[in-house]
């Protein structure tokens, strides 16, 4: 079981290396996050992944949301409880048990980096492999801090400039049909990728380099502090987006490279900031609070995947506005009268 | 707008030729429904699909569900009041505007049709080419009695036998080695299958069939009505599911053909009889009883697409549990406390 808040990585200084932030989630605090990733453009987040949960409500009954020991892959008895409780950051109940959807592994993969003249180039490719119907398995965008500060921490010698990393899953011969596509697309982009890694060992290495993004930037200010908040935007206003916000870390002379599930249209940053220096904290979060609100403005969500918690319940508000905002209280205050769960998150 | 009740069918004696039920749906009323079809195996039933809905509450004032103007493809900001109203089935608010996630069209797609030495064949078929991860976009079941009645009516010449109808999405590469991966497994299961339709026309006429199953269905006793149930369970049951109903449709001397998005573990029986024979009414009602509670005692549910409406309120009971009911009556009461809205269905 785990109650889960918001997901905002708000660490210490950099110590527990080798161990990436969010790999030790449990799958019940992923539900209750409403977490998702890498593989989430192709497989999607935790919610349509979700077939039952067991919750234990605020009077102390289970609640199977499904039913008891029920896992059809579609419903329409009742109103959906199961995509309710994913995602209530634990204000409505205490998960203890997910039936999850499979998929089946794929015959073959295969995974590319490429590097990018420009975050424009590289955000408006990934909106065009999603167009032609490519069905890419993982399309992460990393901007060129990010990708130096990967390079240099995982020792890989990629170019500094904006990259994605792509991965196909199928079989073999949709896979190879799949590669030409994608760098068909790379190429009208600019881009130029690295050849294809189709072993095990070689896909994962290029993985944990992206893994190791969280240490990656922490590295490039030894002593100070990390913090991750999260975006998505419809992939449309991506481009825009995106471009907007590197210029608003750099006109605010922030330590905050760029990481995204832009397939989905969620990107990352990493603020890097001294917890010590007041005004830089100040900076930091006045631009945390741009970010949210240019997501806002753009038709997107000021969070796609780490949640509200506490850092985000004003966003939240200016997000659904007071019917909203009414209606989650209204349901708050109807699952858990007397505010035992998680009390103060999210509301 | 549209308030949308059960989709349970309980039409009037068949004048209406052409017009296939469901077909004028709207799209709200879809989402109200949390309604599903022949291609939500690939691209999913309703839910996933609705990415904002514009909601007339109870007290008259307008909820967006992601907020006002929001389309982000994924979102981690309170609770997900969306996924509440899809398949709310007009009780909680009345629905007036949806904002859908598209797909892109596939550049090919194929058509053919199976026929199975038994309906067990034709599920194991169905589960094989989901294990075999084949990206099959719609996979539709007919029992032998179905596919007689829709060959007659439509005019066909197929085999009375347990059919499948499966049509593939991809680019024509990809397209033929899915096509060739479910040969194979149609042939290990005993099946044969006619020659693949790509033209669009040829295509349709083989889903016009299917399209007709209404009313090749009440063809089979002029004069009597039609009665559409549906149930949903897992995928690992369903063969067992299937074959279990057909007994019980004979033993209990009923017309019921079978027809399913099998793919999705949903199957329906339209039940066509005598309305102004009070017995056979009676067993009409029995036998719709059983098949819930059949469904439910697999893990399934008694409905996966139709809704509960009037008619599923007691298998919804028995469904969720008094754990699963009461959350549902607390979220009705907290949304409607003066049950203005669809009053007396679902709860």
Redesign the interface.
Known sequence: GHVATGQERHYGNCTGLGHYPGADASLCGMAA????GTN?VRY??M??NVLNLRVV?PDG?????????????????????T??F???EGT?GFLTQATLRLH?L??ASAVTIASFPSVGAAVACTVQVL???V?VARIEFLDEVMADACSRFSEMELPVAATLLLELH??Q??LA?QQQQTEEIVHQNGGSSVAWAEGQEERERLWSMRHNAWYAALALRPGCQGYSTDV????SRLPDVVVETKQDLQASNITGPMVGHVG???FHCILVFNSQDPEEAQRIHAFTERLGRR??AA??????????GLG?RA??QE???P??LD??R??K???DPHNLMNPGK??
């Open positions: 996050t409403g977490a998702s989430a999607g987040a919610r349509p409500l009954r289970l609640l199977h949301t499904a039913g008891p020991g029920r896992h059809p892959r579609k419903r329409a008895a009742g109103y959906d409880l995509s309710l994913v995602g209530s409505l089946p794929p015959e167009q032609a119907a069905p199928g079989s011969r949709s049909e998505c935007v419809p992939i989905d249209g969620n997501a806002l038709g997107g969500t000021c969070t796609g995947e780490h949640g509200v985000k966003l939240l997000e659904l506005g019917e909203g209606t989650l209204s349901i205050a109807a699952l999210v509301l």
